[in-house]
């Protein structure tokens, strides 16, 4: 910590070691295998201790303020569990989490939760910041390891870099306003000189992160950039200045894919930020494209040719594409107080679908005819209207709703 009275140190056998303020030693056993991996960093009064259970092949990641008590916070990862995040260090306010296919994890809330906007296979090494940047080296999993330098402006929206030298690069330091890299066989690359007021564009983040819905969704874009504008694109292009302006969140009704980039000035545009957002089929639309019924879908086609509609094979448990085992045709009846009977024969009892009885005297305007279920069955709906039917002429039918 700051005065030097707690420090916290990892070992290569797995052990968590901790210093108290009178300069004594102690290891915490959580029982993690001796060839684990583990990493720790220190920011706004908390250690974080992350890495990988490599023989149980679990993701490890802790956190401490005292050195005694320690929360589990794997939960709290938006991370699968076999991944690493043995990397750890804290930059300007963030910690800073990377390891094998853990791309870059970055948590603002003193290690509480951590979370990535990144996509792919990335296995970041090491971390540096100063002069309003943060840098990462580190491998492309998805690319042969391919070597991958990477620089934000907030620790959470990165952007790759060109690396014209081929050494690997095993540790990054900021110094005298440049960064600095270590790589294999002794070598050093140097950046350029970097200026506080020097300005990397970060790809804008789309809003929600849920991308499914059943109805519709509005998409909102935004970015940290000052004076920055947003466009952004809906039909699998990426963005360039011509395309269309973010003012507004977008509402979708279909699977789309939104594209969107930030722009400013003479600066070069952010990467481009990706989304698909994908609509989910529920009820009878689900239900329907699930059998081969060439365009027969609606629910008042009538894809096998028996008795029953599309909605009502749906309603009554059968399928729309044979009408071999359909079962019989709803019956109606009179009892004797007057009052109509209605059998509805099914395979199965639904609970996604309600049945029910209108009636009207013209076919044209219709209401709801008021019934009682004398039987409610797996295979038998009994409706009966509760009063006798005493206008004439008097249509009724049987309605299906979702």
Request: proline residues 3%; hydrophobic residues 40%; aromatic residues 10%.
């Amino acid at each position: 910590n700051e005065d030097g009275s707690l420090v916290i140190a990892v070992t290569e056998d797995g052990l968590i070691s901790v210093r108290d303020s009178e300069g004594m030693w102690s290891d915490v056993d959580f029982g993690f295998p001796a060839s684990s991996f583990l990493g720790v960093a220190y920011g706004n009064g908390v250690f974080v201790i992350g890495g990988h259970d490599q023989v149980n092949n679990l993701l490890i990641l802790k956190r401490t303020a005292d050195g005694t008590n320690f929360a589990d916070l794997v939960d709290n990862a938006d991370l699968p569990e076999w991944t690493w995040l043995d990397n750890m260090e804290y930059h300007n306010g963030l910690f800073l989490g990377g390891g094998f296919f853990a791309n870059i994890q970055f948590s603002e809330n003193g290690g509480l939760s951590w979370k990535s906007l990144l996509t792919g296979q990335l296995n970041l090494e090491t971390f540096a910041y100063g002069g309003g940047v943060f840098y990462a080296i580190g491998e492309d999993m998805e690319n042969g390891n391919a070597l991958v330098n990477m620089v934000s402006s907030n620790g959470k929206n990165w952007s790759f870099v060109s690396n014209e030298s081929e050494a690997d690069g095993n540790d990054i330091h900021f110094f005298n306003n440049s960064f600095l890299i270590v790589g294999n066989g002794g070598s050093i690359r140097q950046s350029g000189l970097v200026e506080a007021g020097d300005e990397i564009l970060a790809a804008p983040t789309i809003m929600p992160e849920t991308q499914n819905f059943s109805d519709s969704i509005n998409v909102t874009l935004s970015t940290d950039s000052e004076n920055a504008e947003i466009r952004y694109t809906l039909n699998g292009e990426d963005p360039d200045q011509a395309s269309t302006l973010y003012e507004n969140p977008i509402m979708l009704t279909e699977t789309t894919t939104v594209k969107a980039k930030v722009f400013k000035g003479e600066l070069d545009p952010s990467p481009t930020a990706s989304v698909t957002y994908t609509k989910q089929l529920a009820g009878f639309a689900a239900w329907i494209a699930g059998f081969n019924v060439g365009g027969q879908m609606g629910a008042s086609d009538n894809a096998d040719g028996d008795w029953a509609p599309n909605l009502l094979d749906w309603a009554v448990g059968d399928v729309p594409d044979s009408g071999d085992n359909a079962p019989g045709a709803p019956e109606l009846s009179f009892n004797a107080e007057g009052k109509a009977v209605f059998k509805i024969y099914r395979l199965s009892k639904s609970t996604d679908v309600a049945l029910s009885v209108e009636k009207s005297t013209n076919m044209v305007d219709w209401e709801t005819l008021a019934t009682n279920a004398a039987t409610d069955s797996a295979t038998l709906l009994e409706l009966v209207s509760s009063e006798a039917i005493s206008t004439f002429p008097c249509f009724l039918r049987i309605k299906a709703t979702e």
